[in-house]
């Protein structure tokens, strides 16, 4: 059945819940532009409220730094600021060599601490298998829930109520879809996936849950900001300065610093899941006015990979790395997808606590 995509953005009918208007708009970048209406926040007030916070202390502030264009540049503007950031990365075995150059690059240049966690790859590759097993859509929770964990008890262990982050609403502000992913800190569908499909438990991965992350919001005081947010960030501006003071070298899309991102991104989810997540990434950039919808039509007419040759060459890695072979993969892909539903899990109590949460929030 052929797609009908909207006529503002480029966001279709492979979306969940998508509506369109009498003119062909969708709800997704209308209910964004909304969101863009929102007053805009103070940056003077933040930066007053970290350094506060933090006299006497080595840092006053944590940087998250996966080696992305978002999370390096928020880390050059927390310095440009007179902020003492900890820049924390988290290695899941999965880095280009690419994203290491420039993450070592900038860490130097700015002459900043870098802490790097590496996860144990045989337990790290194992709780993958099971959630390939599983044939749920988010394998990539593996990583963004142990990124949020390390991120966060960094934080209280140096005492810092400040995690700096480089999500954004002008690259990333666009609600995602329920069908293009799963809530990052459930804890139990995690475990309950690979006792299920590996017969594991966790040792060493560093897994946070939603009761975990209200005490670290609530007992240890600690905030997660949006950092970008505080400023008219644009990408290709952001691009321009990286490379040219930094080294930077840029990714060909959004989060392809991982390889098993750029596979799975690429490769897994348009030819398992039916999903191209380039549609909410460009239709973002449309809204906020940093490509025109002719340009992104063009880049979604392209395969997500520039070349065939790159395309393999991924694949052997991911096939060499997770001890498959062509037929596994090929088995995987054509296996019906099945939902995070299917599995224990705490979306129900995740949706209470944030209802809370935003309330809270309202009312400060």
Known sequence: MTKKICTFCVMDTSASNIKFDKSGQCNYCKDFQKKLNTKKKNLDNIIKQIKINS???????????????????????????????????????????????????????????????????DEYKS???????????????????????????????????????????????????????????????IKSIIKIFGNNKIKSYPAIG??????????????????????????????SILKSKYGFKPYEYKHYESIFTRFYQGYILPNKFNIDKRILHLSTLIVTNQITRNDALRILAQNPYSSSA??????????????????????????????????????????????????????D
Not at 56 to 65: A, F, P, Q, R, T
Not at 83 to 106: C, F, M, R, T, Y
Not at 137 to 156: G, H, P, Q, T
Not at 212 to 223: Q, R
């Open 55 to 121: 006299k006497s202390k080595n840092y006053d502030c944590i940087v998250g730094l996966s080696g992305g264009i978002d999370s390096s540049y928020t880390l050059v503007k927390v310095v440009e600021l007179g902020l003492k950031p900890l820049a924390v990365h988290l290695d899941n075995g999965w880095n280009s060599e690419l994203a290491q150059n420039n993450i070592e690059n900038l860490v130097k240049s700015l002459n900043v601490d870098l802490y790097t966690h590496v996860l144990d790859w």
């Open 127 to 189: 709780m993958m298998n099971s959630f390939f097993a599983s044939d749920v859509l988010d394998i990539e929770l593996l990583m963004d829930n142990a990124m949020y964990s390390i991120n966060y008890k960094m934080a209280k262990k140096e005492k810092i109520k400040f995690i700096l982050s480089g999500s954004n609403i002008s690259t990333e502000g666009m609600n995602m879809p329920k069908n293009m992913n799963w809530i990052k800190f459930d804890k139990k569908n």
């Open 210 to 239: 939603v009761f975990d992350l209200v005490k670290y919001i609530l007992l240890n005081k600690i905030k997660w900001i949006h950092f970008l947010d505080y400023f008219e960030y644009k990408k290709d501006e952001a691009i």
């Open 310 to 363: 790159q395309l393999n060459e991924d694949k052997e890695y991911f096939l060499k790395k997770m001890n498959w072979d062509e037929s596994m993969l090929i088995k995987y892909i054509n296996r019906p997808p099945k939902s995070h539903m299917n599995y224990p899990n705490s979306k129900y109590m995740y949706k209470i606590l944030l209802k809370i949460y935003k309330l809270l929030k309202s009312s």
